[in-house]
Every structure is written in C-alpha cells, then in structure tokens.
C-alpha cells in the first residue's frame, strides 16, 4: 500500500491531479474500505465467532455494508477518472466486473445466512474476499513486488484483469483445500 497508495498521505505527489476530480469520493472509499480489511479477518476466526457471537453478527454486517458502499464507488471514481483522467476503458469495466462479482458473492452469502445455510454462507463469504479486498490488493502486490507497473499500460491491465478472472476460481481452490484438511476427510 506504501508503494503504490502513498499519494493517500502526500498532498505534493504528482499522481494526485488525476484524482482532484472525485477526491471526496476517494475519501469516503478508502474510509469505508479500510473497515473491510478490519472486519473480514475476524470473520473467519472459529474462536472469535463462536465466544462473540453479536460481534461476528454485527463484524458480518460492518462487511457487507461496506460492500455494497465501496463497490459502487470504485466503479463512478473508475467512470470519472476515465473521463476526466484518461484512464483507458478497460479499467472501468475491470472496476465494474470486479464490483459486481463483490457485491453478488456478498449477497449470495449475506442470503445464505438469512436462511440459516451456514456452511454455504462460509463458502461465499470466503468467495467475497477473495474477490472483494483480496483482487484489490492483489495487483498492487504484483505490480511492486516485480516492477511490472513499469512495464507499460497493457502489462497494468493484464495483470489487473488476470487477478479479477482468477479471484473465483481460486476462492474455490482455498475452499477444496479446507474441505480436504478437515479432520476425518477422507482424500
């Protein structure tokens, strides 16, 4: 995050004029979005839900609103930065796809757990963050940990469409791998 959101924090950065047009907005997502990196972990705490279970219901809660409040707001700021940035449209659209599948798997799993379907409410709620902070942060780790971002829009836009297209079918890839490590399973 220091690599690739410091202008967050340093007003004289060059790449803050590409963000003058919805900073407001920026605020308010990075502000909201920062809860789910909180709240998230904890859900998947066996210990924590099962001695607090108020605090897992309203955790559980904190995330999903969060969801449905940042997810809409990087896809506008994606829309005014491609209008008033020149920020090409592929990332919008990538904003867009990777909003929707947040805001559908936390659906999927907010609905699940309304209708008392626990084990299918921790599938997609492990689906939710992979697709939700995990593919955020997952191209940021990618493009500063091997320089790429460096290397040219296109080599950005790959990357950034590779972790969107892959978020699903890796979060059913860490869902196999619990249901093999469960005690008595047998492989």
Not at 25 to 43: D, E, I, K, R, Y
Not at 44 to 67: D, M, N, P, T, W
Not at 108 to 116: K, P, R, T, V
Request: hydrophobic share 50%.
């Amino acid at each position: 995050m220091i690599h690739n959101e410091s202008f967050l924090v340093n007003s004289h950065d060059p790449v803050w004029h590409r963000y003058l047009p919805f900073k407001w907005w920026l605020l308010a997502h990075v502000a909201v979005g920062a809860s789910t990196f909180v709240v998230a972990p904890m859900q998947f705490s066996e210990r924590l839900r099962q001695r607090y279970r108020k605090l897992h219901r309203v955790a559980g809660r904190i995330y999903v609103a969060s969801a449905f409040v940042v997810a809409p707001l990087g896809i506008y700021m994606k829309c005014l930065e491609e209008r008033f940035g020149g920020s090409p449209r592929s990332f919008t659209i990538a904003a867009a796809t990777h909003g929707t599948l947040w805001m559908l798997t936390t659906g999927i799993a907010f609905g699940l757990i309304l209708q008392g379907k626990v084990l299918q409410h921790r599938q997609w709620m492990t689906r939710s963050v992979i697709v939700g902070p995990i593919v955020f942060l997952a191209p940021r780790a990618i493009l500063g940990l091997t320089g790429w971002e460096h290397a040219g829009r296109a080599v950005v836009e790959t990357v950034v469409w590779a972790c969107v297209a892959f978020a699903v079918p890796a979060a059913d890839v860490v869902l196999q791998l619990q249901e093999l490590s469960r005690p008595g399973r047998k492989p």
